[in-house]
C-alpha cells in the first residue's frame, strides 16, 4: 500500500496542517459583478504561517487597495471591503497600515470632495507579507519550500536616498532582464499577476508581483546556498565612500552612493 505523501508547508517545510491562499484571498473582490476569484491559488500551511490565524491578510489588504496608482478594481474594493473593515476596526486598522497618519481632502473639478490618507507605510511589515506571499507562489511552481531568504523591493514606495535608488534601479534592471522570458501568471490578471524565474546554480531565482495593475513589487530570492554578506558589501562600501560610486551594466551606469 502507498503511503499519503505527507504535505508540508510552503514557508518553513514542517507538517502541513491546513492550506493557505498566495496571495490572501481577500484580496480578490467579489462585489463587483464579474468574478475575480478564478484558479486562485492555494499551498499546504503550518499554523504559524496562516494569514488567516493573524491579522496580516488584512493588513496587506488596506495595504494595497486604494492606494494612489492602483487601478479602478483595486479603488472599487477600497470603497466596499476595505473602508468596511478600517469602520469596524475603529481606525486601528489604518493606523497599523500608515504610521504618522494625516487625511487631506481633495476636491475634484466637479466639486465631489474625497479624503486620503497620507503617511509611512509600515514596510517591515509589508515585506514581511511579500516575503511570504514570493514563498507560496515558489511552492506552488517548484513544489518545494525555498531555502532561503527573500529580499522585498516595493518599488510604488519611492525611495528618497540617492544611492539605495540608483542600487534599486540597478537591481531591477537586473531581475526584469532575468524575467524577460518568463511567463507572466495570474488568472485575474487586474487583481494579481506574477512572473518567477528560474533557479540559478546556486538555487537563487527573482520574481515581479503587479497587484491591481500598477503596484510593483520586485522579489530577490537568496538562497541559503549563498553568502548573504557578499551581497550587502558592495553597497555599504560605497556608502562610506565620499566619492561618487558606480555599477556599470549594459551601457548603463547606476550611481549607488
Ligand atoms: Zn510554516
Given amino acids: 500500500m502507498a503511503n499519503k505523501k505527507v504535505e508540508t508547508c510552503y514557508a518553513c517545510d514542517e507538517v502541513a496542517t491546513s492550506r493557505e491562499h498566495v496571495p490572501p484571498k481577500c484580496l480578490f473582490p467579489t462585489e463587483l459583478g464579474v468574478n475575480l476569484r478564478i484558479g486562485l491559488i492555494t499551498v499546504p500551511s503550518c499554523d504559524v504561517h496562516n494569514g ?5 491578510d488584512e493588513f ?12 479602478n478594481i483595486g479603488m472599487l474594493h477600497k470603497f466596499t471591503k476595505v473602508d468596511r473593515a478600517i469602520r469596524r476596526s475603529g481606525g486601528r486598522l489604518l493606523g497599523k497600515v500608515l504610521k504618522d497618519q494625516k487625511i487631506k481632502i481633495h476636491e475634484l473639478r466637479d466639486g465631489n470632495k ?8 509600515d514596510l517591515k511589515r509589508l515585506h514581511d ?13 517548484y513544489g518545494k519550500a525555498f531555502d532561503g531568504n527573500v529580499i522585498c523591493e516595493v518599488l510604488y514606495v519611492p525611495t528618497t536616498n540617492r544611492g539605495w ?10 531581475m526584469s532582464k532575468e524575467l524577460s522570458s518568463c511567463k507572466v501568471e495570474g488568472e485575474n490578471p487586474e487583481v494579481f499577476q506574477w512572473v518567477l524565474g528560474p533557479e540559478d546554480p546556486f538555487g537563487s531565482s527573482c520574481a515581479r508581483l503587479t497587484f491591481y495593475g500598477n503596484l510593483v513589487v520586485y522579489l530577490a530570492f537568496i538562497s541559503s546556498r549563498v553568502n548573504m554578506e557578499d551581497f550587502e558589501s558592495l553597497f555599504d562600501i560605497a556608502q562610506k565612500t565620499e566619492k561618487p560610486v558606480y555599477i556599470q551594466k549594459d551601457g548603463k551606469r547606476y550611481r549607488i552612493n
Fill in 165 to 174: 535608488k540608483g542600487y534599486r534601479e540597478f537591481a531591477v534592471a537586473e
Fill in 60 to 71: 496587506l489588504l488596506a495595504s494595497l487597495a486604494g492606494i494612489i496608482g492602483c487601478n
Fill in 52 to 56: 488567516r490565524k493573524s491579522d496580516d
Fill in 129 to 141: 507579507c511579500f516575503s511570504l506571499i514570493g514563498k507560496g507562489l515558489y511552492k506552488h511552481k
Fill in 114 to 121: 474625497f479624503s486620503v490618507a497620507w503617511g509611512k507605510p
